[in-house]
């Protein structure tokens, strides 16, 4: 299986570009939030009618972006697995996933949540000023895995 | 003509630095990968709002003036990031197909968008809700995101072409 992925020439690039597509809906996703939470735009649409539009849109490319990184592991083994770079993304990836289902779960029972407060919309504000260097952290990490060697 | 001018952007200080340098290739491509990853997710919010799939409650004018700032400006640092790339390999990258496609594509979408924002949307500020937008529009839409999706796999071709790290 690894083999067939190496020699089919096609098969790596194509993955990868599905997997920066996603990585470009996730991201942008998380952007749109977090810039709302932090007080952009504000007087244009409450902090729910944004987390409801883009919250799904960081959660359905998970499971592409799983299936299409872990494509790319088959590949090589070599360069993933044992890869510092790729544990800190994997490390990465799981404190993001963290801290944007702290500023999801409140929602669940109050949309407007993150609006009630002023100490609400300072907490809000912290989530947002955590989230974005994780992401950024998270595609920065993948870039490097590349060039970094196993460990 | 063209090969003497890659060659000289080859030879500048800072297209050596970034080709002899260790670290200094992968990092203007993680600008490059961050960069490139908003103005798709950006210009897919549009697109998407446009086709009318997604944000159907804001009106077109809205979503756009919200998005657009953050393409525009992520889109100047991806071209930066491009171009210092495409400079520390110019002889390279400017004879390599899918780099040629890729600019190509870029031209095309520019004209796409350019048609819309100067014929197709004199209109604009009445796609209010409920969402519908015209055809013209929906098929400026597709056309902008299949470009983008082409322009991403072009650019990852560009890696798989060339004797570089993948």
Redesign the interface.
């Known amino acids: 299986m690894s083999q067939s992925i190496q020699t089919i020439?096609w098969i790596?690039?194509?993955v990868?570009?599905v997997h920066?597509?996603c990585?470009?809906?996730v991201?942008?996703?998380v952007?749109?939030i977090d810039l709302r939470l932090l007080g952009f735009?504000r007087r244009?649409?409450p902090v729910a009618?944004v987390t409801a539009?883009f919250l799904p849109f960081i959660w359905w490319p998970l499971p592409i972006l799983l299936a299409t990184g872990a494509v790319l592991i088959t590949a090589e083994p070599a360069r993933s697995l044992q890869n510092p770079v790729f544990l800190l993304k994997m490390g990465l990836l799981l404190a993001a996933a963290g801290v944007t289902l702290a500023c999801q779960i409140p929602l669940r029972h109050n949309p407007a949540y993150w609006e009630l407060s002023a100490g609400r919309r300072r907490a809000a504000r912290l989530i947002a000023a955590a989230s974005l260097p994780l992401w950024?952290g998270i595609?920065?990490a993948?870039?490097?895995i590349?060039?970094a060697q196993a460990g | 003509m063209l090969d003497s001018f890659l060659q000289a952007l080859q030879d500048t200080s800072i297209a050596t630095a970034i080709r002899e340098g260790a670290t200094l290739f992968p990092w203007i491509e993680c600008v490059h990968v961050l960069a490139l990853t908003v103005v798709i997710g950006s210009i897919a919010i549009v697109d998407l709002r446009l086709i009318g799939l997604t944000s159907r409650d804001r009106g077109v004018a809205q979503v756009t003036a919200a998005v657009l700032p953050i393409t525009w400006s992520m889109f100047a640092c991806a071209a930066i990031s491009g171009g210092l790339l495409f400079s520390s390999n110019a002889t390279v990258y400017g004879h390599n197909r899918y780099f040629q496609i890729k600019m190509a594509l870029l031209l095309v979408a520019g004209v796409n968008m350019s048609v819309y924002h100067l014929f197709m949307s004199s209109d604009v500020q009445t796609w209010r809700t409920p969402a519908v937008t015209p055809l013209r529009a929906r098929i400026c839409g597709t056309v902008s995101l299949c470009l983008w999706i082409a322009i991403v796999a072009s650019g990852r071709w560009i890696g798989f072409t060339l004797n570089a790290p993948t």
């Open positions: 020439e790596i690039p194509a990868q570009t920066i597509l990585v470009a809906t991201l942008t996703s952007l749109m735009r244009e649409q009618a539009r950024v595609v920065f993948g870039r490097w590349a060039y």
